[in-house]
């Protein structure tokens, strides 16, 4: 029996916190940049409803009545528990380097503290000949006569050679990047002691058990939204943030058109929110088994996908406040990932009063947001592990400390100076096809396998009621189709993995492919052992027995009895 919540929200606030996340804040105004900005909001808030709320509701179902982590959840159908042992390899290979990412936080957290914000100017002993500084307080001339820097108010034509200051803090300065994946080069020692502060965090926090994590997560939730707030408000009181709102909720139509627009919106409402990632399911694993989970489903999609528009309000009226400064329109801050966190969001906070203290502010909401998501995903592992072996859990501190030191000696390799080179190779496969795939076996294993017919009863057994009908039927029906076509635009639109203007080498796709067969093989191959090692005369008799759950599962005799429809919100 797994540990079990002190209070219901402490449940709830978990999941948000690792549904929201630093990927929220750096991912969704990309989307909502590249997707027509309101035009976005629109299929992101339909497939919120239609989609992400089912595949929660049915993780959250299976994880609580198993009282279990992914792996054994799956002793309901057991051809199919390699889509727990694919979630878990997808953690590692996931939490590897994002506690990478947590240290690059911890950095510019670090620097945020300096009199003059080292990425504002051109002065620094990194900066090259090509660094250009859009803002300067003292309006002088940068560290060579060739070097420009530029008024705030001026708006230039820059010659594409040129660099930022803050591209060249991050890319000069934090990472000391080399010419390629050929070349990973040095340990960059300053990100390796960062990368020991968020071990020894993580490490602290892990430990204490989800009855005091579940407390603590109230701090990095809720600080996060208050942060964000104050950039929203602070954001609406400058010249040019309505310019920004009113790209962000102004809706071009004409994107709608395009089925990329509605299949992406799709694929970020279900995988932001966790699906099959192993989370879920684990965190609901420790729920008491009366509670109600179309209730958990319905807040937590609704207030993550609120959370992200949210989010977007804030970012767009600073966006536009810059935009307005350099006469420039809001989408020529258009980016992702790395870029827009470590780029875009130290460059844009420089033109606030007291940059300091937004930044501080800034990098405090990141990492806050980073630590929520990381947690659970090392319970996960913790989880499985304890599932496995059972007499683990008497010293679980030590499995916690060798897991965090695994991830830790895996982080060094990220932390050279060809370090973002492997991220962007390891991020780029590790998502591809695996998370897809096992979201449409997951609604295929519970919905048609497992049965509509047992999950009710599941659900009857815990807290007696019926899952309303449109429920099962989006599990049964809805959902593997619209997942389907998210994995087939995957596959189409699959294109080898690039960083800026460097094309990976041909050797370098290999080991993607390996990478991203360490997660997805596990399930053909436990579905195969698994039936032929059943008792039965015939294939056909060993496959019928193997997809029955096994004795394992525990299950309660429902009482017929009670029949009364779950409304979501009660």
């Known amino acids: 029996m797994h540990q079990q919540w002190r209070h219901k929200l402490d449940y709830v606030i978990t999941l948000l916190g690792y549904s929201v996340g630093s990927g929220t804040f750096i991912k969704f105004p990309f989307y909502c940049m590249r997707n027509g900005g309101g035009a976005f909001l629109i299929p992101y808030l339909l497939f919120t409803v239609i989609c992400a709320i089912p595949c929660v509701f049915l993780e959250m179902v299976i994880g609580q009545y198993s009282q279990s982590g992914p792996v054994k959840v799956w002793n309901l159908c057991p051809p199919f528990k390699g889509i727990g042992v694919g979630a878990l390899i997808f953690s590692g290979l996931y939490y590897s380097y994002y ?58 034509v820059l010659d594409v050679d040129r660099r930022t200051a803050a591209e060249e803090f991050w890319r000069l300065h934090v990472l000391n990047i080399s010419n390629g994946l050929e070349h990973l080069g040095s340990i960059q020692w300053p990100l390796a002691g960062c990368l020991v502060v968020t071990n020894a965090i993580l490490f602290l926090w892990v430990v204490q058990g989800i009855k005091v994590s579940g407390k603590l997560v109230y701090i990095t939730v809720i600080i996060p939204y208050i942060l964000i707030a104050v950039f929203l408000i602070q954001g609406c009181l400058l010249p040019g943030s309505l310019q920004g709102m009113y790209y962000y909720i102004y809706p071009n139509f004409e994107m709608l058109l395009e089925p990329r627009v509605w299949i992406e919106a799709c694929g970020y409402a279900l995988f932001s929110v966790g699906v099959s990632t192993g989370c879920i399911i684990t965190m609901s694993g420790h729920n008491k088994k009366h509670n109600n989970c179309l209730r958990d489903a319905v807040v937590c999609s609704l207030v993550d996908a609120l959370s992200g528009v949210f989010i977007g309000f804030a970012f767009f009226s600073i966006i536009g406040h810059v935009a ?24 844009v906070l420089a033109y606030l ?9 800034t990098f405090l909401t990141l990492m806050s947001l980073a630590v929520d998501t990381m947690v659970p995903g090392i319970d996960i592992i913790i989880a499985s592990l304890e599932d496995q072996f059972p007499r683990w859990t008497k010293r679980r501190w030590l499995t916690i400390l060798a897991v965090l030191l695994i991830m830790f000696l895996f982080g060094f390799l990220y932390i050279t100076q060809g370090g973002l080179y492997v991220i962007t190779l390891v991020d780029w496969f590790a998502y591809f096809p695996a998370l897809a795939l096992y979201a449409l076996l997951e609604c295929i294993g519970v919905g048609w396998c497992y049965g509509i017919r047992k999950l009710q009863e599941d659900v009857r057994t815990m807290w007696g009621k019926n899952t309303p009908p449109i429920i ?12 389907m076509v998210i994995f087939g635009h995957s596959v189409y639109s699959y294109r080898p993995p690039k960083y800026g203007t460097y094309i990976f080498p041909a050797w370098a796709n290999v080991v993607g ?28 008799e060993k496959l019928s027995i193997a997809l029955e759950p096994n004795d394992q599962w525990r299950r309660a005799t429902p009482d017929e009895n009670m029949t009364e429809v779950l409304q979501s919100m009660i």
């Open 99 to 156: 506690n990478v990412y947590f240290g690059w936080f911890v950095y510019y957290f670090y620097h945020s503290f300096s009199t003059k914000l080292p990425w504002t100017h051109c002065h620094n002993t990194w900066n090259t000949l090509d660094c250009v500084s859009y803002l300067s307080t003292d309006n002088t001339s940068s560290v060579d006569s060739s070097n420009v820097t530029v008024d705030n108010v001026t708006s230039v």
């Open 324 to 347: 307005h400064l350099r006469g420039v329109e809001v989408d020529a801050f258009a980016s992702s990932g790395f870029n827009l966190a470590f780029i875009v969001y130290p460059e």
């Open 353 to 361: 009063p007291l940059p300091q203290l937004w930044s501080v502010l």
């Open 472 to 483: 099962s039927a989006a599990i049964k029906y809805v959902c593997p189709l619209l997942i």
């Open 513 to 540: 492919w390996m990478i991203s067969l360490v997660s997805v093989l596990p399930f053909p191959i436990i579905f195969i052992w698994t039936v032929v090692t059943t008792s039965g005369s015939s294939l056909k």
